[in-house]
């Protein structure tokens, strides 16, 4: 037997090795469903199945990244980038790409992020001079992306009598009218929204057979993970595609779907008996992940739901200790135990920050932990919260670019015209989108061809206008002439003067704006570097915008600087840490206030408690505050209902003598308000300042490297140890002087063998 599958269980073995059709592994947390899909890979490519014909599916980039370098490392890094492993969102932006002419899109066309939606949505709105109290954006938002998980037109919307009916019950009778509008004002915009990257597939896949067809002979197996999450759309997209090969491995655990709000389906699951009458079920039931303890008492809690399909789930680890659970005073005083218990433990265990997470129910409770870890200098890494590409300079940045590669572009064509301020004012601004719309072209259109249109604009304007298009135009021309990325945005930058407008302001705000523009530009710098020492062509500001784009919050933050991790649980599904923290488990925030009166929402809520306490290995603490700060007032709390749910064999309640409180801190409510409302107050009106400070960011570390740094083939030997820019330490393996250009071959301590480019590869000879 390969070495390979003898690293895995008899039930593991029996999943990876099943490959004579669909198949669904159902299973609890922490048993090995991802172990089985990654094996699985390596187990289908010696069995000779072509890498790029291997398409799996991961619910998060952060995900897809772990699954390639544990793939790297046991096939080699030139293998694993072959194959088509990814997010839905980010592989179907790519087979898009591909096809965009089929649907009367180019293969450039910009992704609309969520702010960029809602602008457009709000302009709607506006335009149709509805009430935008009862056409809230960010209802007809949901409205409209719920449309599109369930594929419904704004054709069908429009005379699907249940749907009119609700519409009409909540007075937003118009809705269907906003729809058709945003789905246009997309179209000539050359944009997609994220939810269309799943609906467009699935249009191109049902219209054009021949693609189809392409599609399903092309990808002989396709792997999904957390397939619990999907939705259907996703579902249409995957049962599509292996329509006929039934070559399919799906893995999932019923008791961690926590993504109903966002479309997603249980049923899913349940339904692909129906999709499949040979499908084969197979179940894992060893947990490796955790002590006995915690995976008893996880179990305990989601004995209490209802609906869900009957699975054993155990554990041959330790006993361990008991779920910690402590009470505290204020969120003030819990951030403050928490920082504490942290310190304890790892001065106990020796182990690194980056095995303690620490995780929330909702973005807004990280503020106070991140004070109380930053005083006691624990270093920490946010996911989620505002992430890079949607701070406002760099958005801003990043709007200039997306024009220049899709001029017609309107949300960035709206957010650069008159920024930084050329005197180009609202109502010319409002004129030629006006002069947009009624002729159903984009605004740069109606500026490329302003003498078309009759915009009753002055001279001064004219002139404006003129060198703002210009400008463009310019960059139009870089990209086309196939400049790279990094010549194009420092060019973009210097002369749309967004750098050295913001140079004579030296409040925190601004010089925290220009680290952000140079960040980004070091970020562009490394993403052209990479792709140089790759040997790929793809390093063009098209390139770049593809990535980033489908950046996430919990993507862009790559430190290597071992730090504890503060996500909310949502974002922590799949992961594992030795210490995991649970705070704020309290009635109406955990479960959240708006579950509480449906049975359903709360098994969601009470299933998301079962991921967070999954997530841990060794530890788990869960706490809860009597008082907190919510939504500008203190309000008194009282311990969430799931925490009877657990058997309280194994909860520890921490009493008062294990818990060392904070000096001089008798009545905490009292002292502390007076300040803290202050305090935040003040933090509150420098969001970006404030948040950013603490977080560190993946693209940093170039500017340590010069041409120095560069090598020619006479300088090196097989067998020497480097230190790399970005992959760190690594011994060269061999040496390829052959092809026209050198390259050298590193097997890097933490990523697996690489090759570079020895023209374009910065390092240094250890
Ligand atoms: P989740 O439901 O949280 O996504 P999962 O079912 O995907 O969990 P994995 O993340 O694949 O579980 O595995 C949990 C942990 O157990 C991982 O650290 C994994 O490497 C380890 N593990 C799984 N199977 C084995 C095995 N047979 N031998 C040793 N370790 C294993
Ligand atoms: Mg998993």
Redesign the pocket.
């Known amino acids: 037997m390969e070495d390979y599958i003898q690293?895995?269980?008899k039930q593991?073995q029996d999943a990876v090795l099943y490959t004579d059709g669909p198949q669904l592994v159902i299973?609890?947390?922490?048993?090995?469903?991802?172990?089985?899909l990654?094996y699985k890979i390596v187990h289908l490519l010696r069995l000779g199945y072509e890498p790029w014909r291997i398409l799996a599916l991961t619910f998060t980039n952060k995900a897809a990244r772990e699954m390639r370098e544990r793939i790297e490392g046991m096939t080699g890094a030139a293998t694993a980038s072959k194959l088509w492993m990814g997010t839905f969102h980010s592989i179907f932006a790519r087979l898009l790409r591909s096809n965009a002419e089929r649907l009367g899109f180019k293969s450039n066309f910009t992704i609309y992020d969520t702010s960029d939606s809602k602008s457009l949505i709000k302009t709607i709105i506006k335009d149709m001079e509805l009430d935008d109290k009862i056409y809230k954006p960010s209802v007809v938002m949901s409205a409209i992306s719920s449309a599109k998980n369930a594929l419904i037109s704004p054709q069908r919307y429009a005379i699907s009598a249940d749907i009119m009916e609700a519409d009409r019950r909540s007075k937003r009778e118009r809705l269907h009218e906003i729809y058709r509008i945003y789905r246009d004002r997309c179209f000539v915009a050359g944009a997609m929204d994220f939810d269309d990257l799943l609906y467009y597939t699935n249009i191109l896949l049902r219209d054009n057979p021949d693609v189809l067809r392409h599609y399903q002979e092309f990808f002989r197996y396709v792997l999904v993970?957390?397939y619990q999450d999907t939705n259907f759309a996703q579902h249409l997209i995957i049962s599509q595609i292996c329509r006929d090969s039934h070559n399919l491995c799906v893995?999932g655990?019923d008791a961690?779907s926590i993504y109903s709000f966002r479309g997603a389906n249980i049923r899913n699951i349940l339904n692909l008996k129906k999709s499949y009458d040979n499908l084969r079920i197979f179940k894992?039931e060893?947990?490796?992940?955790s002590t006995q303890n915690i995976i008893n008492a996880a179990n305990s809690l989601i004995a209490k739901n209802t609906e869900q399909i009957p699975k054993n789930v155990f554990s041959k680890n330790d006993e361990g200790s008991r779920i910690e659970v402590v009470q505290s005073f204020s969120d003030y005083e819990e951030a403050y135990l928490v920082a504490n218990r942290i310190s304890q433990l790892k001065m106990r265990q020796h182990d690194g920050y980056d095995e303690y997470a620490v995780l929330y129910r909702t973005n807004a409770q990280s503020r106070i932990l991140e004070e109380s870890l930053r005083k006691r200098n624990i270093p920490y890494r946010i996911y989620g919260g505002l992430s890079f590409y949607q701070r406002k300079e760099v958005k801003d940045a990043i709007a200039y670019f997306r024009l220049s590669v899709n001029p017609d572009d309107d949300e960035a064509f709206k957010r650069v015209i008159n920024y930084p301020k050329r005197g180009i004012g609202e109502t010319t601004v409002n004129k030629i989108l006006r002069a947009a719309i009624d002729n159903n072209v984009s605004a740069w259109r109606v500026l490329a061809d302003t003498g078309e249109y009759d915009l009753g604009l002055n001279g001064g304007t004219v002139k404006k206008l003129t060198a703002f298009r210009d400008m463009i135009q310019e960059f139009i021309e870089m990209n086309r002439n196939g400049e790279n990325a990094e010549t194009v945005a420092r060019h973009i930058i210097t002369r749309t003067a967004l750098l050295s407008s913001l140079l004579s302001d030296r409040t925190p705000e601004s010089i925290s704006k220009q680290e952000n523009l140079q960040e980004l530009l070091a970020g562009i710098q490394e993403f052209v570097s990479g792709k140089q020492e790759e040997g790929s062509d793809g390093t063009t500001l098209t390139d770049f915008l593809g990535e980033v784009s489908l950046a996430t919050d919990q993507d862009t933050q790559d430190s290597t600087e071992a730090s504890i991790t503060l996500m909310t649980v949502h974002a922590a599904?799949?992961?594992?840490f030795n210490n995991v923290f649970i705070v704020g488990v309290e009635e109406e925030l955990f479960p959240s206030a708006m579950s509480c009166d449906s049975l359903a929402a709360i098994e969601e809520e009470r299933r998301l408690l079962y991921?967070a306490i999954?997530?841990a290995k060794l530890n788990c603490v869960i706490s809860y505050a009597s008082s907190r700060f919510r939504n500008g007032q203190t309000k008194t709390c009282s311990p969430s209902r799931f925490l009877k749910d657990i058997d309280r064999t194994y909860l520890h309640l921490a009493t008062g003598n294990d818990i060392v409180r904070p000096d001089n801190f008798i009545n905490p409510i009292d002292n502390y308000r007076e300040t803290s409302a202050k305090e935040r107050r003040r933090s509150f009106s420098h969001p970006l300042v404030d948040q950013q400070e603490p977080t560190t960011y993946a693209h940093k570390s170039v500017t340590a490297y010069g041409d120095e740094d560069l090598h020619t083939i006479e300088q090196l030997a097989t067998g020497m140890t480097i230190e790399h820019s970005r992959f760190g330490r690594g011994v060269i393996t061999d040496i390829d002087t052959a092809a026209g250009d050198a390259r050298i071959e590193v097997s890097f301590n933490t990523l697996g063998v690489k090759k570079l480019l020895l023209k374009f590869a910065r390092f240094k000879i250890i």
């Not at 299973?27 to 089985?36: H, I, Y």
């Not at 060893?286 to 992940?289: A, E, T, V």
């Open positions: 690293q895995l269980n593991q299973a609890g947390a922490g048993s090995g469903k991802t172990r089985v990654t993970d957390e893995v655990d961690q894992l060893q947990n490796y992940r599904k799949g992961l594992e991921v999954t997530r």
